[in-house]
């Protein structure tokens, strides 16, 4: 048998490795089973980038580099045994310190390491590298420590012991806690190791949604602990452009806080948008049959019930109707006897007919709490007017309801009672609503309230609101060509003949064929001795069988 015989030097490099393995504790090496190579990935699927990361928490919770996750739309990790599994939101991040906190999707038992127990700046670190088999791990000493937020440590290497597999990598102490991770700046500069202590400090609320800083990854932020705040980001998720996203905070609140209706009452309202209205009766049912609060799930079922009955009917679905949803809504004062259950049910009530029940609950609630909004007052007035009572009652109420609170709360029920007011011919009072209205809203009505105001306006003889108001209508919709022939018809009236001539040219290029367009035209034209085209308008409204046509022609050929 051969011997094998090593030469001094050589002797003395295998003792020396050995020697710093051994050096490495226990706690050190193993550090290795908690790291991981992190790629985030493209819109288009293409790669954006690659790096290293860290578990720190039972629950999938890792961290990384912030700046690899800035632009990309998802990211997946592969561990130290191989596995891969998507980062399934993000917990937090530091765009100063370039360190994000996140959740991995799907990790069952993830080896993940303890951060650091004390404040005392480590001397010597070591640098744990990933590899399938044998991890590489360095020792280093910081070149210097800075601290920052009082405790934390800031650690500088020198430049030259950092190499670019290790960025992202643990940075631990003799007993494998964690200290922080490889850093280098994005642009370039000297490798540092912010404290990863800092993650601690990411806190979630309802509004992180909407973070400036975690907006700038396509990965979404996950839901906060507390339910309250959780409530707040799903309902401001609903108004995400992105229902893939808006899902994942459905099944995320559900699996989260599996005893709240809002979750189950999100996912039915999901179905019922879509007309799957079996569906989302089965996601009620379960709401009712796992909320803590019963009351609440019985009425929120009753809302959509009602909601599909009224505005959304379905001849093919016979299951809801208006009398499911007063039986379920009466499910719900049963079981906590609250005013706003009564409220709904009369609501239920109106859409039935039935206005003289309907009429009995809106009164009795106005001495309750509700009585502080004009809604109940609103809807009292609505039974008012459909058992055809006096006017005087139907307004006695529109003013309660007005009255109920100021600012802008009061605004639909301003431009209620204004409505009415024209419709009674005083118009002076309801002009004096919709200027009262117009100011409660900022000036930034629709269109079809200025076109409201308008029209009042030019009953009072006040043609320059008027014409200013049909201006403003015309801006906020350019396409309808109502408004124009509405703008020209006022504007032949207070002899703008010229400008009535412009503003039928205007909307006819997009209306040729709005025959009242040319009837203004042609007698604008024909009152201005423009005699010959302004009938060849008429001409054009003959053709388009406008009656009135053949006797202008005639008035205007004498």
């Not at 309902?235 to 099944?251: G, H, K, P, W």
């Not at 004009?374 to 609505?382: D, N, P, R, S, V």
Request: proline share 3%.
């Amino acid at each position: 048998m051969k011997r094998l015989f090593l030469t001094p030097i050589l002797s003395l490099i295998f003792i020396m490795q050995a020697a710093v393995a051994f050096a490495q504790s226990p706690q050190v090496r193993k550090a290795a089973q908690s790291v991981f190579t992190l790629t985030t990935f493209n819109a288009d699927g293409s790669i954006h980038t690659t790096t290293h990361g860290v578990f720190c928490g039972n629950n999938g919770e890792a961290i990384a580099m912030w700046h690899p996750f800035t632009g990309a739309s998802r990211a997946v990790i592969i561990d130290a045994r191989g596995k891969q599994y998507d980062v399934d939101a993000m917990l937090g991040a530091s765009e100063l310190y370039d360190i994000c906190r996140f959740r991995v999707k799907d990790v069952q038992n993830a080896p993940s390491l303890q951060l650091v127990t004390t404040d005392a700046a480590a001397q010597t670190v070591y640098a744990v590298g990933y590899d399938l088999k044998k991890a590489d791990i360095k020792k280093l000493s910081p070149v210097r420590t800075e601290k920052f937020m009082t405790t934390n440590n800031y650690y500088v290497f020198n430049d030259v012991d950092v190499s670019a597999s290790m960025l992202g990598c643990p940075i631990v102490n003799e007993s494998g806690q964690l200290l922080g991770i490889m850093q280098r700046p994005e642009a370039g500069g000297k490798a540092f190791s912010a404290d990863a202590r800092l993650s601690e400090t990411f806190k979630l609320n309802g509004l992180s949604i909407n973070d400036p800083t975690l907006k700038a990854t396509g990965i979404r932020v996950a839901l906060p602990q507390d339910e309250e705040q959780a409530t707040v980001m799903l309902v401001l998720a609903a108004q995400l452009n992105d229902s893939v996203r808006y899902e994942n905070y459905i099944d995320d609140f559900i699996n989260r806080f599996p005893t709240s209706t809002e979750g189950y009452n999100a996912r039915a309202t999901r179905f019922f948008s879509r007309g799957q209205f079996n569906r989302a009766d089965e996601m009620l049912q379960q709401e009712v049959k796992r909320a803590a609060k019963k009351d609440v799930a019985y009425s929120n079922y009753a809302t959509m019930v009602y909601q599909a009955a009224v505005y959304r009917p379905d001849s093919t679905f016979t299951k809801w109707n208006l009398d499911k949803a007063l039986e379920l809504s009466q499910q719900a004062e049963k079981l906590n006897p609250l005013p706003i259950y009564k409220h709904q049910q009369a609501q239920i009530l109106y859409a039935q007919g039935h206005y003289q029940q309907a009429l009995e609950i809106f009164t009795s609630l106005q001495p309750t709490e509700l009585g502080k909004n004009g809604e109940i007052y609103y809807e009292a007035a609505q039974c008012k007017m459909q058992l055809k009572a006096p006017d005087a009652d139907v307004m006695q109420l529109l003013d309660k309801a007005v009255q109920a609170q100021t600012g802008l709360a009061s605004a639909p029920y301003v431009l209620a009672r204004g409505r009415m007011l024209d419709a009674n011919k005083e118009y002076r009072k309801a002009f004096s609503d919709y200027m009262t209205y117009d100011s409660l809203m900022n000036y930034n009505a629709n269109d079809d309230f200025y076109y409201l105001k308008f029209q009042c306006e030019t009953k009072i003889r006040q043609y320059k609101l008027a014409l200013n108001d049909i201006a403003h209508a015309i801006v906020l919709n350019r396409t309808e060509p109502t408004y124009y022939a509405e703008m020209a018809s006022l504007q032949l009236r207070v002899n703008q003949i010229d400008n009535a001539v412009k503003t039928c040219d205007a909307a006819l290029q997009m209306a040729p064929g709005y025959a009242d367009l040319y009837i203004i035209k042609g007698v604008a034209l024909c009152e201005s001795k423009k005699k010959e085209d302004g009938i060849a308008a008429l001409r054009k409204a003959q053709e388009l069988n406008d009656p009135r046509a053949e006797g202008l022609i005639k008035k205007y050929s004498k």
